[in-house]
């Protein structure tokens, strides 16, 4: 979900490296967050919770606190406390964020609780939390329960279907695109340009299929967190052998919808979205390109006077050096046409990027400390946008056309 950079914050959703051997302990997840799991899941971690996904380059605990609570059977407990330092140059000012080069901020305080046995089974993601993009301005942890998902963002109760089967209702991580929501479920700190353009948790019906080599999943939500089940959402993911996954998704409104709100742009919420996702993933090396395509039609019963549309490209790649030593690293270009209104139209420009026929591009680097259930790490990242409209890229006015920004987080995954 993109938030146009003076205007919204775009929030976020699991990073796809997969690993088909792992499908089977994975048969009741959603397919995005199998591959997010089979991704970031390494030979070096242990990964004993089919949720939250937690990425590889971060500790993963082997040995959860688990209550042994009869009627319920075991109820487990995990969770993260981390926090944040970022500078960055040419800054994005937001109201009530204020215009600042350095800031420190809670990234999470998050506690999961979940069953994983059972005919009905649940799981609950309680918390604070940031949750920074590239491109984006930052918004600090003390807004973004009340601007975006709740200190609820994600639980859902699930309901196993025989062997292969699974339903959940909730509200749920989405099916699109390759990163996740969290900071800790992810290679880099921050999410990337093409998840601007995504959703992020939605609320709503999913139905899962995980065979040995074939995953699935058909959902039916409220796309952008807008409160209106009028999106569909589908993946499809084929393991063609223990290092090799391909996957397509494809997410749309069969709906117009008005609402706009930081959680819910209302460009985005009335598009359609497409990914094609490849992933190698041998030993400690992990390698996933992919493609994306989006499409906003016209719509004057929403407000949309022209159609436009962006496609993007991206890598993400993940190297674990030994048991503690880790980089992630992220490249991506993503490019957006139509949005101008002719001179003859009374209408507003529609907008994906920094303003209509603009792109960008990006690197990321996050090289990663672990030891034990203790972790920190640091983070370059640098954007480019290309063709952007006066005022609306980077710095106070939204004339600088570049960012750069450092960050570094540390703390406990338990």
Request: proline letters at 3%; aromatic letters at 12%; a negative charge.
């Given at each position: 979900m993109f938030l146009y950079v003076n205007t919204f914050i775009r929030p976020a959703k699991p990073t796809s490296f997969a690993h088909a051997s792992k499908a089977r302990s994975l048969a009741f997840l959603p397919v995005h967050a199998s591959l997010a799991t089979l991704l970031l899941v390494g030979p070096a971690l242990a990964a004993?919770?089919?949720s939250p996904v937690v990425a590889n380059t971060l500790p993963a605990n082997p040995n959860p606190f688990a209550v042994d609570t009869g009627l319920l059977g075991k109820v487990y407990v995990s969770g993260q406390l981390t926090g944040l330092g970022l500078w960055q140059n040419h800054v994005v000012d937001t109201p009530g964020n204020g215009n600042e080069n350095v800031r420190a901020d809670l990234s999470n305080a998050q506690v999961e609780i979940q069953t994983t046995d059972g005919p009905l089974q649940f799981y609950i993601q309680a918390g604070s939390y940031s949750l920074p993009s590239l491109g984006s301005a930052y918004m600090k942890s003390s807004k973004a329960a009340d601007e975006l998902y709740g200190n609820l963002p994600v639980g859902y109760l699930k309901a196993p279907i025989g062997e292969h089967l699974s339903i959940i209702a909730g509200s749920l991580p989405t099916?699109?695109?390759?990163?996740?929501?969290?900071?800790?479920?992810?290679?880099?700190?921050?999410?990337g340009l093409l998840w601007n353009q995504e959703p992020a948790i939605s609320r709503g019906v999913q139905l899962n299929f995980a065979g040995d080599r074939l995953s699935?999943?058909?959902?039916?939500?409220d796309g952008f967190y807008s409160g209106k089940y009028n999106w569909v959402s589908t993946s499809l993911a084929y393991g063609f052998d223990a290092?090799?996954?391909?996957?397509?998704?494809?997410?749309?409104?069969f709906s117009s919808n008005s609402k706009s709100t930081t959680a819910t742009p209302m460009v985005?919420?009335?598009?359609?979205?497409?990914?094609?996702?490849?992933?190698?993933?041998?030993?400690?090396?992990?390698?996933?390109?992919?493609?994306?395509?989006?499409?906003?039609?016209?719509?004057?019963?929403?407000?949309?006077?022209?159609?436009?549309?962006?496609?993007?490209?991206?890598?993400?790649?993940?190297?674990?050096?030994?048991?503690?030593?880790a980089l992630g690293v992220r490249a991506?270009?993503?490019?957006?046409?139509?949005?101008?209104?002719?001179?003859?139209?009374?209408?507003?420009?529609?907008?994906l990027l920094y303003g209509p026929g603009s792109g960008a591009w990006s690197f990321t680097a996050t090289p990663t400390y672990r030891d034990g259930p203790f972790f920190v790490r640091g983070e370059l990242a640098y954007v480019r946008a290309l063709g952007a409209d006066e005022s609306s890229a980077f710095g106070g006015a939204g004339e600088e056309h570049d960012q750069v920004r450092m960050l570094a987080e540390t703390g406990l995954m338990f």
């Open positions: 004993p919770l089919p099916l699109v695109g390759a990163e996740s929501t969290f900071t800790f479920q992810n290679i880099n700190i921050q999410r699935a999943s058909l959902s039916v939500n290092s090799n996954t391909i996957a397509f998704i494809g997410a749309g409104n985005q919420n009335n598009s359609q979205i497409y990914n094609l996702i490849y992933t190698h993933s041998k030993g400690d090396f992990t390698l996933s390109p992919y493609l994306q395509y989006t499409r906003v039609d016209k719509d004057a019963a929403s407000g949309i006077g022209a159609a436009a549309e962006s496609y993007g490209a991206a890598v993400l790649g993940k190297y674990n050096f030994d048991n503690h030593w991506e270009y993503i490019d957006s046409q139509g949005g101008s209104c002719s001179l003859d139209d009374d209408c507003a420009s529609t907008n």
